[in-house]
């Protein structure tokens, strides 16, 4: 009993996760029927690339975080973790921007009509998936995991809420929008977390991509002129480049550590 009462509130964060992802099968299902649901699910399995594979490396700062001896040292540990994140998952979010019809057609074949600002939408969904796992994740190495987890609990309430009025109204591109809104939720946290790592604000989060832009605009340019491209070969070739691009930048946060 002791361990499944000290336990909840990890296991609060794995509920709130399947009810912001999942549980939208089964309410796009009831309210446009299973056919619209199979797309969404095979959206919803590209979102998770940038929300749950891109965000893994944040499960790393958990460890270190918790044995981190003073401010100091949870910060660069912090900041460490949140540049690998940040890196894997704006590539991802980049690639859904501009190329998700594209890749879409080559498995769908073109028997589903998907709009046009999906990529944008999805790559926001999938965004805000992973800084959701950053903060949760981080809490947790921080000893915040109860006021993270029932921040993720109204969040997963509010998503689900946002993602039935934007499926509403706009389709599967406001389901993705509005699914997205309930990372408000988790701001007063993120405060939290920052004020914990010896950073003033959310601005500090930002600040610390700057190393990474040069190459997340050249990965857009890059992605964006393929995309103009009716031919696979272009999408597969910026995927390779974006790749390189990628590793690049991975060296250099390694070079600075």
Not at 166 to 171: S, V
Request: with cysteine.
């Amino acid at each position: 009993w002791k361990t499944l009462h000290s336990g909840v509130w990890y296991y609060l964060t794995t509920v709130s996760l399947v009810g912001k992802t999942h549980a939208l099968t089964f309410l796009v299902s009831a309210m446009a029927g299973p056919a619209e649901a199979g797309l969404f699910y095979v959206l919803l399995r590209f979102s998770e690339i940038v929300g749950n594979v891109g965000a893994t490396a944040s499960e790393t700062s958990l460890a270190a975080l918790s044995s981190a001896a003073d401010s100091h040292e949870r910060r660069e540990c912090f900041r460490q973790s949140w540049l690998h994140v940040a890196l894997f998952c704006t590539h991802g979010a980049l690639v859904f921007v501009f190329l998700t019809k594209h890749l879409l057609a080559l498995w769908l074949h073109g028997e589903a009509n998907v709009p046009h600002a999906i990529g944008i939408t999805l790559a926001a969904f999938g965004l805000t998936g992973a800084f959701s796992r950053v903060v949760v994740n981080a809490s947790m190495g921080l000893d915040l995991t109860r006021p993270a987890a029932v921040a993720g609990a109204w969040e997963a309430v509010l998503s689900i809420a946002g993602a039935g009025l934007g499926f509403h109204f706009a389709g599967l591109p406001g389901l993705f929008l509005g699914g997205s809104v309930g990372i408000l939720c988790l701001l007063p946290v993120t405060g939290m977390v920052s004020r914990e790592c010896g950073w003033r604000s959310l601005w500090d989060w930002f600040v610390a991509l700057r190393q990474l832009l040069p190459g997340f605009g050249a990965a857009a340019v890059i992605l964006y002129f393929s995309a103009l491209s009716p031919h696979f070969l272009a999408w597969f070739g910026a995927l390779v480049a974006c790749g390189g691009i990628a590793l690049w930048q991975l060296k250099g946060l390694h070079a600075r550590k």
